[in-house]
């Protein structure tokens, strides 16, 4: 179980101070899949960086299956089942696509065949990518969804996915939300998805708006899309109220 209390982030840029975070406490418990959503800039990836160990909160501790976590760094909580994947994944030159996985899962070495089980699932052929490098010659999406392979092989109570939509094609899109679907139904892993996804936000057990620095409001996809929706048909405010002549 993951348990986040009173947790805050602010950051000093010269006189003004930011509170990216403000106080949020929330509780996740086992096999849960939870979506974080909300406006750009609300803190979400904020947060998933904070469980991860990523970023430091400057309040509030973070407890996970009992222990107080909040002093420790990311390979410690790599360790204790913690794996998080980047909105914007970094690159590796000179580790492979196979490299990367093997690493991923702890093992000494990787099967081909196991491989190709973390790729296809992400929409990925093995024999056209496990000897590429993780450089700047795969593009965006493929890099994404290599990513998403490398966490998934990790294996971790608990996976965090930063907007795994995010430049994925629509068929390994859906490859993904049926992995994201089974990992659920098996009760293998907990998961935290950040998405704006309806798709995404319709699996999760509970979803949690992200807005501000602060939760905005959670509850079940069932409650909370037709919400979303409604206020995301409110359309901008500046053409919506007398910019006419913009
Ligand atoms: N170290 C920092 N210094 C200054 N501002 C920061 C810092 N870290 C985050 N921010 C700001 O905090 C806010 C929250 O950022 P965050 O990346 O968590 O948002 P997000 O909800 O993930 O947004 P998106 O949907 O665009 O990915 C943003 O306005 C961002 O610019
Ligand atoms: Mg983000």
Not at 126 to 154: C, F, H, P, Q, T
Request: net charge negative; hydrophobic share 40%.
């Amino acid at each position: 179980m993951l348990e986040l209390r009173s947790v805050g982030y602010t950051v000093h840029e010269g006189d003004t101070k930011l509170d990216i975070l403000k106080d949020i406490s929330l509780t996740i418990d086992d096999h849960k899949l939870v979506v974080f959503t909300g406006p750009n800039g609300g803190g979400k990836t904020t947060l998933a960086k904070i469980i991860m160990g990523l970023v430091n909160p400057t309040s509030g501790r973070i407890i996970w299956n009992g222990q107080d976590i909040t002093g420790l760094g990311i390979t410690e909580r790599a360790r204790l089942g913690i794996s998080y994947g980047f909105q914007q994944p970094p690159r590796f030159k000179g580790l492979t696509v196979r490299d990367l996985l093997t690493l991923a899962s702890g093992d000494e070495k990787m099967s081909k065949d196991r491989c190709c089980q973390y790729l296809t699932k992400v929409g990925l052929c093995a024999n056209d990518y496990l000897d590429r490098e993780v450089d700047v010659s795969l593009s965006g999406g493929e890099v994404k969804r290599i990513e998403i392979a490398s966490i998934l092989a990790r294996n971790s109570q608990l996976m965090i996915f930063d907007e795994p939509e995010a430049g994925i094609d629509l068929w390994s899109f859906a490859r993904l939300t049926e992995t994201f679907e089974q990992i659920h139904r098996t009760g293998s892993a907990t998961m935290i998805i950040i998405s704006h996804q309806e798709r995404i936000i319709s699996l999760a057990d509970e979803v949690i708006v992200v807005g501000d620095g602060s939760i905005r409001h959670r509850g079940s996809a069932a409650d909370i899309l037709p919400q979303i929706l409604a206020d995301t048909l409110g359309g901008c405010p500046v053409l919506t109220k007398g910019g006419a002549d913009l």
